[in-house]
């Protein structure tokens, strides 16, 4: 249980990188799926986080606002706006990659220090604590 309410609080929890670059998990995580897939429709984004594109609009809203994306009409259908970063947002797309090797370092380290079968009965676990989160929230 103690697993799923982290889960759950971890959305709440603010991510500093310094420079008035501070990010609710929401935030940091569409710059990601942006940085990642620069050009993406707001629907594409949308679908792939799994959430409305209304929440997706409102993030973007705010990120647009605060220098991190720019959207751009696309060529072929002027009412449709792909997505990318600006030179700030790559700049947090950077940082949260940083942010993501220094704190789960010791997690990989340890997964690659097992032998196949641990990893199976570690895969098993987490397929089914996911199960619980999905039924949770």
Do not use: C
């Given at each position: 249980?103690?697993?799923?309410?982290?889960?759950?609080?971890g959305?709440?929890k603010?991510?500093?990188?310094g420079?008035?670059m501070?990010?609710?998990r929401g935030?940091?995580?569409?710059?990601?799926?942006?940085?990642?897939?620069?050009?993406?429709?707001?629907s594409?984004?949308?679908?792939?986080?799994?959430?409305?594109r209304?929440?997706?609009?409102?993030t973007?809203?705010?990120?647009?606002?605060?220098?991190?994306?720019?959207?751009?009409?696309?060529?072929?259908n002027?009412?449709?706006?792909?997505?990318?970063l600006?030179?700030?947002?790559?700049l947090?797309?950077v940082?949260?990659?940083?942010?993501?090797?220094?704190?789960?370092k010791?997690?990989?380290?340890?997964?690659?220090?097992?032998?196949?079968?641990?990893?199976k009965?570690?895969?098993?676990?987490l397929?089914?604590?996911?199960?619980?989160?999905?039924?949770?929230?």
């Amino acid at each position: 249980m103690k697993l799923v309410e982290n889960a759950a609080n971890g959305k709440k929890k603010i991510l500093d990188f310094g420079d008035d670059m501070k990010f609710y998990r929401g935030e940091i995580h569409l710059i990601k799926v942006i940085g990642e897939n620069p050009g993406m429709y707001i629907s594409q984004v949308a679908r792939y986080l799994k959430v409305t594109r209304a929440v997706v609009s409102k993030t973007l809203l705010k990120l647009e606002k605060d220098g991190f994306i720019i959207k751009e009409e696309d060529e072929e259908n002027k009412k449709k706006l792909r997505l990318f970063l600006t030179k700030k947002g790559n700049l947090a797309y950077v940082n949260h990659q940083k942010y993501h090797l220094e704190n789960d370092k010791e997690v990989y380290d340890y997964l690659n220090e097992l032998d196949d079968d641990q990893i199976k009965i570690i895969e098993q676990f987490l397929k089914k604590a996911g199960k619980m989160l999905e039924n949770h929230y």
